[in-house]
């Protein structure tokens, strides 16, 4: 069997923070399809061994941590684990919370912060460790930001900001890596309306048809998307697909940021 047909991310090692569901779940299982030995990280223990379980029962190789992406010391933790497989050469940054449907005005410092702590302290944290681990032997690593870091929408203030960080924290990082000639990839994925529990809130809070119909209307291509459809998107970037793309934001989108 030659390399490529055992995958292509065969051999490599992979961090995915916020792994237990959604995009980073969708993710995990793809890059462990394809050949890659993979730790899978978030707070959410229960779900997240039961997406390890099944990894590892579909004939892959994963293992499970507890960590909190806005934690310096457990990002530490979480490399020593990963660094068992072998080195960590793939990084996806995607762990994300969205918790506020509230007008600048009335949104609480505790509430921004909350925000920042974990879409932009815990991808600068993995940013960080990431290229530690990595200048050496090489790498990849994809951020998760959203359309929303690109476009702007009313009552997601924080949350735009902190994901709008992640997009130029990623350029900052791309550039910062080339001038020192790490050979360290870093980009960007901007999802639209995708299916996962993140999406399941807001339809929770504004109900199912008022807020799919908003959502379909808005995109061009008129469905929602997959989680599969962003771990499409982060394998080809961080696979040898991906090998002269750094700095780049790619909208996986249904055409929303297109118009
Ligand atoms: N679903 C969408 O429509 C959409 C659109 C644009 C961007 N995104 C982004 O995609 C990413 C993944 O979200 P999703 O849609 O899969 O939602 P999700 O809620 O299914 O997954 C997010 C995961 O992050 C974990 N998490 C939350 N706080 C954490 C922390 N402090 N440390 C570690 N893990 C933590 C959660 O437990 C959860 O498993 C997020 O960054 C989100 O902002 C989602």
């Known amino acids: 069997m030659s390399d490529s047909d055992k995958g292509r991310v065969a051999g490599k090692v992979a961090i995915v923070t916020g792994g237990s569901s959604g995009i980073g779940r969708a993710t995990a299982e793809l890059l462990a ?15 997240g061994q039961a997406v390890v379980e099944g990894i590892n029962a579909a004939g892959g190789k ?3 941590l507890h960590h909190d992406v806005a934690d310096e010391a457990q ?11 072998g080195p ?7 762990a994300g919370v969205r918790t506020e449907t509230t007008p600048l005005e009335n949104v609480t410092l505790a509430d921004w912060q909350a925000h920042m702590a974990i879409n932009m302290d815990g991808v600068f944290l993995g940013i960080k460790h990431g290229i530690r681990a990595m200048k050496q032997s090489g790498g990849a ?3 998760t930001s959203s359309i929303y870091g690109i476009a702007g929408a009313s009552m997601i203030g924080a949350y735009s900001a902190s994901k709008g960080g992640v997009r130029t924290l990623t350029k900052a990082a791309a550039m910062e890596c080339t001038s020192l000639r790490y050979p ?3 980009n960007s994925v901007h999802p639209g309306f995708i299916e996962t529990g993140m999406l399941d809130t807001v ?4 109900g199912e048809s008022f807020i799919k119909k908003r959502m379909i209307s808005a995109t061009p291509l008129g469905r929602i998307g997959e989680a599969r459809d962003i771990a499409e998107g982060v394998l080809y970037l961080v696979a040898d697909s ?3 793309v750094t700095g780049v934001e790619l909208p996986i989108d249904g055409g929303f940021l297109a118009r």
């Open 88 to 94: 960590v050469s793939i990084l996806f940054n995607n």
């Open 141 to 143: 690593i994809v951020n």
């Open 33 to 47: 399809a394809e050949g890659a030995a993979v730790l899978v990280t978030d707070v959410a223990v229960e779900s």
């Open 203 to 206: 339809v929770e809070e504004f």
């Open 184 to 186: 360290i990839r870093i």
């Open 62 to 64: 994963a293992a499970f």
């Open 242 to 244: 991906g090998k002269f």
């Open 75 to 85: 990002w530490e933790a979480a490399f020593a684990r990963a660094a068992e497989f």
